[in-house]
């Protein structure tokens, strides 16, 4: 993808090209009167809502570990695991973020609070929060401000420079997914610039590097240890230890899957990093507009993805009640239609697989993908492998070769 | 040659280590939640829980008062007759904390009531009386207060009007039971000598008459009954003429603000002792800017328009921030006592002490909407 900026220049159509100043603000003073209609009539029944949810959650966990205790028998192997695993998901979507969110603040229950919540993950909430909403949500998809876009590991727009190290990055996107709570632990460290900027001996960030390990220590603890021990009776501790683990790994990829649907399915736009300078609230609310994608499917699939599904209304209005999502999305949608943006809104599949491709596109020089097809492929092959191994003159000349037919063949 | 005392070896130390260590097996069993957030899903009432109650019935008094009983987690410590509690409720999903006095003595079967009178514009009070339901977990404190009678008698003048006749009721109840023979006067009671002046704007809209009453037939009480639409409005200069034993009585007093404040007034001058008691603190309408309290012992003037964050900022204190645009919600700290104003949506926070605790507020967002305390 291109920044909307750039695309501006480079003679693409740019899908705000079209709306007035007025219209920006118009927008905003719209979608302001949809948040305060929920806010006027947030109440007990939402209330009742997260407590339900809460209240399942601990119950399926309960269950299931209590299952687990006999999972050397396979039928509870498999029951204890699916059960742990729906539960890890509806603790970290539908409970974890939304509370940490401040999406229940408002109930003034002490135990469900954005500001004494934790989760069972490995990042501990106070640092998630910081990255995820002070972050993330403020610079959704700038370029170099969003570190949500591909973790500061990954090539996520044409715009930066192909190298050969791109090429792993399906891999690394993989790993990522499997082990996406320890990555995001290390994000919210911001690890990989600390290491960079060789600040490792920084105060501050060694007392956030112990509060990550001690949270990593008794998290493995409790699902490495202490579960599996209680189930050395019945001869399970290994079938235990490998359900916890298992039941982490599919958190994991779930999760991971609903986030790249939530930013890089292929439509969704980036911004520029000058562009967000003097922003209006109008203008934030249109970045978020368009720099979103929600996924489609029934009421299940919305509590699993914790309303993430609906993305695009989470993001406008991040503080909302999550069970609110669903009612708003039709008048958010006419606003869209009304102001002639593209909603981007896919089923689970095309959109993971659309992100997926956009993965696998950018690592990937510029147009390799959009040129090669069944027949052509082994000179494609031979291309790919003289760029990968040739100096950077070679690369930039190939490079730019590819991009001229790829434009020749559209 | 020197003896080392060992400890001795009880059974009652080894089972206390043994307990110790289960507690730390269960902990991290279930971190990062405590093993009681997951017994509170089955014994929410249980031994070592936070204290809460279930309400069990709700009776009504008036029209607009009723009493509602609660049974009290298995940590209720028990209270005396006239203490109060504090009982936090959930209004349209947000909780409230209120207090109330008890009204029944120490009860047999372990029961507490509270009677509640809903006040015009009254959130929790209209509630509890209207739409409280049988079923509803409550949360609880300890009773506290010390308006209550001391227990070797002596000659007592209690003065109250409208709700504040609950605390009084508790008391009477205790001193004197109603039975189905009537009304006794048991021995521990013998020394006391009361006499109950009641205010209330009408016979009918005055709850626990009845009671009163019936206390007052029986001979156990002198009941004066005043309402303003029969006597006009109590003057607390005439008291004598309604009390001419007034000096040797001590009063306790239990009602609006204006009511004792009168009363304090009048024993002053006279030299006589009072003890009173007030649930409703005065509260200040939200306003238009004000000035912001910090704990830390700033003090910052402020107009209705510029958020708390950037004021404070500007006058040189470290506050938390995030986003600065309210959706973050890494600039809250805890606003104890006024009003905030949301400048998105002009929405009013109030934090009331001892009614809503501490609310924690985003100050990106919120200007000062009256005079405030906030706890940074």
């Given at each position: 993808m291109t920044t909307i900026q750039k695309k501006a220049v480079l003679g693409q159509t740019s899908p705000i090209a079209h709306l007035t100043d007025a219209d920006i603000e118009q927008i905003g003073i719209e979608?302001?009167?949809?948040?305060?209609?929920?806010?006027?009539?947030?109440?007990?029944?939402?209330?009742?809502?997260?407590?339900?949810?809460?209240?399942?959650?601990?119950?399926?966990?309960?269950?299931?570990?209590?299952?687990?205790?006999?999972?050397?028998?396979?039928?509870?192997?498999?029951?204890?695991?699916?059960?742990?695993?729906?539960?890890k998901i509806l603790d970290n979507m539908e409970i974890g973020h939304n509370i940490l969110h401040g999406q229940w603040d408002w109930m003034r229950d002490p135990k469900i609070h954005s500001s004494t919540w934790e989760w069972d993950m490995a990042s501990p909430a106070e640092q998630w929060k910081h990255s995820h909403n002070e972050l993330h949500h403020t610079y959704?998809?700038?370029?170099?401000?969003?570190?949500?876009?591909?973790?500061?590991?990954?090539?996520?727009?044409?715009?930066?420079?192909?190298?050969?190290?791109?090429?792993?990055?399906?891999?690394?996107?993989?790993?990522?997914?499997?082990?996406?709570?320890?990555?995001?632990?290390?994000?919210?460290?911001?690890?990989?610039?600390?290491?960079?900027?060789?600040?490792?001996?920084?105060?501050?960030?060694?007392?956030?590097?112990?509060?990550?390990?001690?949270k990593i220590r008794k998290q493995a603890t409790k699902d490495y240890v202490v579960h599996p021990a209680l189930s050395i009776p019945t001869g399970s501790f290994l079938p235990t230890l490998a359900a916890n683990f298992t039941a982490n790994v599919v958190r994991n990829l779930w999760s991971n899957s609903v986030i790249l649907c939530g930013h890089f399915p292929e439509g969704v736009e980036t911004f520029e990093k000058r562009s967000i300078e003097g922003e209006t609230k109008g203008e934030w609310y249109v970045r978020q507009m368009l720099g979103s994608a929600n996924i489609s499917g029934s009421k299940f699939l919305h509590l699993m993805t914790g309303?993430?599904?609906?993305?695009?209304?989470h993001h406008l209005f991040p503080d909302l009640p999550s069970n609110r999502y669903a009612e708003i999305a039709p008048k958010v949608k006419a606003l869209f239609d009304k102001y002639d943006l593209t909603y981007c809104a896919r089923p689970m599949v095309p959109q993971v697989a659309s992100a997926w491709h956009k993965v696998i596109?950018?690592?990937?020089?510029?147009?390799?993908?959009?040129?090669?097809?069944?027949?052509?492929?082994?000179?494609?092959?031979?291309?790919?492998?003289?760029?990968?191994?040739?100096?950077?003159?070679?690369?930039?000349?190939?490079?730019?070769?590819?991009?001229?037919?790829?434009?020749?063949?559209? | 040659?020197?003896?080392?005392?060992?400890?001795?070896?009880?059974?009652?130390?080894?089972?206390?280590?043994?307990?110790?260590?289960?507690?730390?097996?269960?902990?991290?069993?279930?971190?990062?939640?405590?093993?009681?957030?997951?017994?509170?899903?089955?014994?929410?009432?249980?031994?070592?829980?936070?204290?809460?109650?279930?309400?069990?019935?709700?009776?009504?008094?008036?029209?607009?008062?009723?009493?509602?009983?609660?049974?009290?987690?298995?940590?209720?410590?028990?209270?005396?007759?006239?203490?109060?509690?504090?009982?936090?409720?959930?209004v349209d999903g947000v909780r409230q904390w209120r207090a109330y006095s008890l009204t029944h003595g120490?009860?047999?079967?372990?029961?507490?009531?509270?009677?509640?009178?809903?006040?015009?514009?009254?959130?929790?009070?209209?509630?509890?009386?209207?739409?409280?339901?049988?079923?509803?977990?409550?949360?609880?404190?300890?009773?506290?207060?010390?308006?209550?009678?001391?227990?070797?008698?002596?000659?007592?003048?209690?003065?109250?009007?409208?709700?504040?006749?609950?605390?009084?009721?508790?008391?009477?109840?205790?001193?004197?039971?109603?039975?189905?023979?009537?009304v006794l006067r048991p021995t521990r009671s013998a020394d006391h000598d009361i006499v109950v002046v009641h205010v209330a704007p009408s016979h009918p809209h005055s709850i626990f008459i009845r009671d009163l009453e019936a206390l007052d037939a029986a001979g156990v009480i002198r009941l004066v009954a005043r309402y303003d639409d029969e006597h006009g409005v109590l003057d607390v200069d005439h008291l004598t003429d309604l009390v001419p034993d007034l000096a040797e009585r001590q009063t306790l007093a239990c009602g609006p603000a204006g009511l004792?404040?009168?009363?304090?007034?009048?024993?002053?001058?006279?030299?006589?002792?009072?003890?009173?008691?007030?649930?409703?603190?005065?509260?200040?309408?939200?306003?238009?800017?004000?000035?912001?309290?910090?704990?830390?012992?700033?003090?910052?003037?402020?107009?209705?328009?510029?958020?708390?964050?950037?004021?404070?900022?500007?006058?040189?204190?470290?506050?938390?921030?995030g986003c600065r645009m309210g959706i973050c919600m890494g600039c809250v700290i805890p606003l104890r006592e006024g009003s905030v104003r949301d400048l998105r949506n002009g929405a009013i926070t109030t934090a009331v002490p001892g009614e809503t605790g501490d609310i924690k507020v985003q100050t990106c967002i919120n200007a000062a909407a009256g005079p405030c305390h906030i706890d940074h």
């Open positions: 979608l302001d009167a949809i948040r305060q209609d929920v806010l006027d009539d947030r109440g007990a029944s939402d209330a009742a809502y997260i407590r339900r949810v809460i209240d399942t959650q601990r119950k399926i966990e309960l269950g299931s570990r209590a299952v687990l205790l006999f999972s050397a028998f396979p039928p509870a192997w498999i029951l204890g695991t699916a059960g742990l695993s729906i539960s959704t998809n700038v370029i170099g401000k969003d570190n949500d876009l591909g973790y500061g590991i990954m090539r996520v727009d044409e715009d930066q420079t192909w190298t050969p190290a791109s090429l792993a990055q399906p891999l690394f996107c993989f790993i990522n997914a499997v082990f996406f709570e320890y990555g995001i632990a290390a994000y919210d460290l911001e690890l990989g610039s600390v290491i960079k900027k060789k600040q490792t001996k920084d105060p501050d960030f060694r007392r956030r590097a112990k509060q990550v390990l001690g309303n993430l599904s609906h993305q695009i209304e596109r950018l690592s990937l020089p510029n147009g390799w993908l959009a040129t090669t097809n069944t027949k052509n492929a082994p000179q494609q092959l031979a291309v790919l492998y003289k760029m990968a191994t040739g100096d950077r003159r070679t690369r930039r000349l190939l490079g730019r070769k590819l991009e001229s037919e790829a434009r020749a063949a559209a | 040659m020197t003896t080392t005392l060992e400890p001795p070896t009880s059974g009652s130390a080894r089972s206390r280590r043994l307990a110790d260590q289960l507690v730390r097996v269960a902990e991290a069993a279930t971190t990062p939640y405590l093993p009681s957030d997951f017994m509170d899903l089955f014994a929410p009432l249980r031994s070592g829980a936070d204290l809460r109650g279930r309400i069990e019935s709700v009776h009504p008094e008036t029209a607009d008062a009723a009493t509602i009983v609660i049974r009290p987690g298995a940590d209720w410590a028990g209270h005396v007759p006239g203490q109060y509690l504090r009982i936090g409720i959930d120490p009860r047999r079967d372990g029961r507490i009531s509270i009677t509640v009178k809903a006040v015009p514009d009254g959130l929790v009070s209209n509630h509890l009386v209207h739409e409280a339901r049988p079923g509803t977990l409550v949360h609880l404190e300890q009773a506290a207060g010390e308006f209550v009678l001391p227990p070797a008698g002596g000659k007592f003048l209690m003065v109250t009007a409208g709700s504040g006749i609950t605390p009084v009721i508790g008391m009477l109840r205790n001193l004197f039971p109603s039975t189905d023979e009537g004792l404040d009168a009363l304090a007034a009048h024993h002053d001058a006279a030299g006589l002792s009072l003890t009173t008691e007030q649930f409703r603190t005065a509260r200040v309408e939200p306003g238009d800017g004000g000035t912001v309290t910090f704990s830390s012992g700033t003090t910052l003037d402020l107009d209705g328009a510029t958020p708390i964050l950037d004021a404070a900022e500007d006058a040189g204190m470290l506050m938390p921030s």
